[in-house]
């Protein structure tokens, strides 16, 4: 997980919403993503989308039911609607996402295989979402708390 910390920091000082990830296999890194949809202009450019991909480019096979996804923030829906369909084989996270994270809308999007491990290194995440945050509210006022 303190390697996906590391991600969500480059995410950071990218100007993007603070979260990243990797993918192990065989006790070995072979994915590493954060954050670039500000970047690519593209809105399903989270580090999970990149790492997934990277992942199956790695092993050459769509399917990571072997593998282990730490990532800093709960996945969102589209996030864990791909996870579903490589099979993933674990995830493990750090803060949650009580709005928009798949615990708040159902597991059941999930692979039925696949593991979940909450609250790993969870007030670093937090803290790092929340430092973010902050910093866009105080440089640019109109911001609601919510965005």
Not at 1 to 8: G, I, P
Not at 62 to 91: D, H
Not at 92 to 111: Q, T, Y
Request: charged fraction near 25%; include cysteine.
């Amino acid at each position: 997980m303190r390697e996906a910390l590391r991600e969500a920091k480059k995410a950071f000082e990218a100007d993007e919403v603070p979260i990243g990830c990797i993918i192990v296999w065989k006790d070995r890194i072979i994915a590493r993503a954060y954050n670039r949809t500000e970047q690519l202009k593209d809105f399903t450019a989270h580090a999970e989308m990149q790492a997934f991909t990277s992942a199956s480019d790695f092993l050459n096979n769509k399917y990571l039911n072997e593998c282990t996804l730490y990532v800093t923030l709960e996945p969102c829906v589209m996030c864990s609607g791909a996870a579903f369909w490589t099979q993933l084989g674990r995830i493990v996270f750090g803060a949650s996402d009580l709005k928009r994270g798949v615990s708040a809308i159902s597991a059941k999007i999930l692979h039925p295989t696949t593991q979940l491990s909450t609250g790993v290194l969870e007030e670093e995440s937090a803290a790092l979402l929340r430092e973010f945050f902050q910093m866009k509210r105080k440089n640019n006022p109109g911001l609601s708390a919510s965005e």
